[in-house]
């Protein structure tokens, strides 16, 4: 089941306070953009969460199915790049948002038990959500939104 997110900015320049249930986090922009740098910004964030999902997810299948996975890892990035077979049609140039994720895995594992656990990394629900179709509602709140 998934919490409710609340973010509140500081009084320092970009810098938030994110609280999930009972954990609170901060996110800020780097110096180069005015921030102070107090945490991560929110592309990292948002790396982290496809990062967790895929190795916890990886986890999990690797424990139902009782495979010797001794430990996972992601390591992520992102950038912008040319979209691909655009610029080959001659359309305008479009850039897009990529994030790379490679993942290391480590333990007695079989060449099969590598790709299926590689596969469902892929398959994580952040991963989904992603790749998918997201619809976002924003509204103007009438006062401030508070914690339940």
């Given at each position: 089941?998934?919490?409710?997110?609340?973010?509140?900015?500081?009084?320092?320049?970009?810098?938030?306070?994110?609280?999930?249930?009972?954990?609170?986090?901060?996110?800020d922009?780097?110096?180069?953009?005015g921030?102070?740098?107090?945490g991560?910004?929110?592309?990292?964030?948002?790396m982290?969460?496809?990062?967790?999902?895929?190795?916890?997810?990886?986890?999990?299948?690797?424990?139902r199915?009782?495979?010797?996975?001794?430990?996972?890892?992601?390591?992520l990035?992102?950038?912008?790049?040319?979209?691909?077979?655009?610029?080959?049609?001659?359309?305008?140039?479009?850039?897009v948002?990529?994030?790379?994720?490679?993942?290391?895995?480590?333990?007695?594992?079989?060449?099969?038990?590598?790709?299926?656990?590689?596969?469902?990394?892929?398959?994580?629900?952040?991963?989904?959500?992603?790749?998918?179709?997201?619809?976002?509602?924003?509204?103007?709140?009438?006062?401030?939104?508070l914690?339940?």
């Amino acid at each position: 089941m998934s919490r409710n997110v609340f973010v509140k900015s500081e009084s320092q320049k970009y810098a938030q306070n994110i609280t999930i249930g009972p954990h609170v986090l901060r996110s800020d922009e780097p110096p180069e953009i005015g921030g102070n740098d107090v945490g991560p910004n929110a592309n990292e964030l948002l790396m982290a969460s496809l990062g967790a999902c895929a190795t916890i997810t990886v986890q999990m299948y690797a424990e139902r199915n009782q495979w010797p996975l001794q430990g996972v890892q992601a390591a992520l990035s992102y950038s912008r790049v040319l979209a691909e077979n655009i610029a080959e049609s001659g359309a305008k140039i479009v850039m897009v948002d990529q994030i790379e994720m490679e993942i290391s895995l480590t333990g007695d594992l079989s060449e099969e038990q590598q790709r299926r656990l590689f596969d469902v990394a892929g398959r994580c629900p952040i991963h989904r959500m992603l790749v998918s179709h997201i619809q976002i509602q924003t509204r103007l709140a009438p006062g401030p939104v508070l914690r339940p």
